[in-house]
């Protein structure tokens, strides 16, 4: 049978350029890549999404605001009726960039904030940055941009996860995504990072706790996908069905090449778009063969012997294989930990 969907929802690294040097950076970003794509290369790409049905394209890096032309590509993919949002660290979120943004049709902006100010602008490696954002939500705000907040929960957070809730609402930040932190890039040069799995299960603890008193309080707490799976923790709906990538969502590299997942190692890409169309990678038959072609016995030792594993699929697969080595075999699950499974990580 013919694969049917398309990639609603795509993630594009603008750039890998960056002006932070953040420890849990699973890209580690700084330096632009090698022939990053030209303007007329991007807008290329662009001309290529309508026929696949594309709603929105979140702009990512690095730090996407660096690439000089990032509100030219955005004006050409919201004259096209395509939602754009850019995920930012922040720093540039000064008065100046305000028009731009309204210019290029950005309708909304998520910024990272990774813990109380002393531990964000640690884990950033940039004191006052903790303030900088918080000017800068102001600033959006002001100027009716919607703003969220994405936090990459970890070992040196997880415990202030409520004081911050209470700063976002003081904010009146209206959206906060909550992701664990994933073993790659500068992260496995910060060991400090990583979760236990008591601090994971803290993290459900808290999220299915404080949702309710947030809701109330007008901020939205929504989990990551590589949060769950299959217990009274686990509060999305609908419930989880496996990792999403090469189904309806995939990524696009600075250089131009097609992964499944942004979070994932460069070396899952799928294709180039400076030798195929996304139409021709898209629906190779051979593409995306770990999610499409996923079956029962693909399950790895985490989760072979779990009675959800059909539908689970292995968990988030940039969880699985940041930890793992492998698809499938995600080792921080509510449903293994509170069964008291054990879970088997990478040697590292």
């Not at 210019?103 to 640690?122: F, P």
Request: glycine fraction near 10%; aromatic fraction near 10%; proline fraction near 6%.
């Amino acid at each position: 049978m013919p694969f049917e969907s398309f990639p609603f929802v795509i993630g594009w690294e603008l750039t890998l350029a960056c002006n932070l040097r953040c420890q849990h950076c699973g890209s580690s970003a700084g330096q632009m890549r090698t022939n990053e794509l030209t303007t007329d290369e991007a807008l290329t790409i662009c001309n290529q999404f309508p026929e696949l049905f594309v709603k929105e394209v979140d702009f990512t890096g690095g730090e996407p605001m660096m690439r000089k032309d990032w509100t030219t590509i955005s004006r050409h993919l919201t004259g096209m009726g395509i939602t754009t949002k850019v995920l930012t660290n922040g720093i540039l979120l000064k008065p100046d960039i305000i028009p731009h943004m309204k210019e290029a049709g950005i309708s909304g902006v998520g910024i990272s904030i990774d813990g109380l100010e002393k531990t964000h602008d640690r884990i950033r490696s940039r004191p006052g940055l903790f303030k900088e954002i918080m000017a800068g939500i102001a600033l959006l705000q002001k100027n009716d941009i919607p703003a969220s907040v994405i936090t990459t929960a970890n070992s040196l957070n997880i415990r202030e996860l409520p004081a911050l809730m209470n700063q976002l609402i003081e904010h009146g930040v209206p959206q906060w995504q909550i992701q664990p932190v994933f073993a790659f890039g500068r992260v496995l040069e910060s060991p400090a990072l990583r979760f236990s799995r008591d601090e994971y299960l803290m993290l459900g603890k808290f999220i299915h706790d404080f949702s309710p008193q947030a809701q109330s309080e007008g901020l939205t707490i929504s989990p990551a996908d590589s949060f769950g799976y299959f217990t009274g923790l686990d509060t999305r709906e609908p419930p989880w069905g496996g990792c999403p990538a090469g189904w309806v969502s995939c990524g696009i590299t600075s250089d131009g090449r097609i992964k499944p997942c942004l979070s994932l190692p460069d070396v899952y890409t799928q294709g180039d778009l400076r030798k195929r169309t996304l139409w021709d990678i898209w629906f190779d038959e051979t593409a995306f063969s770990f999610t499409r072609g996923f079956a029962r016995d693909n399950l790895g030792p985490n989760c072979s012997s779990c009675d959800m594993g059909g539908q689970c699929k292995g968990g988030c697969s940039a969880m699985s294989v940041g930890y793992t080595g492998s698809f499938h075999n995600d080792p921080y699950c509510f449903h293994a930990i509170c069964g008291k499974n054990q879970p088997v990580l990478k040697r590292t």
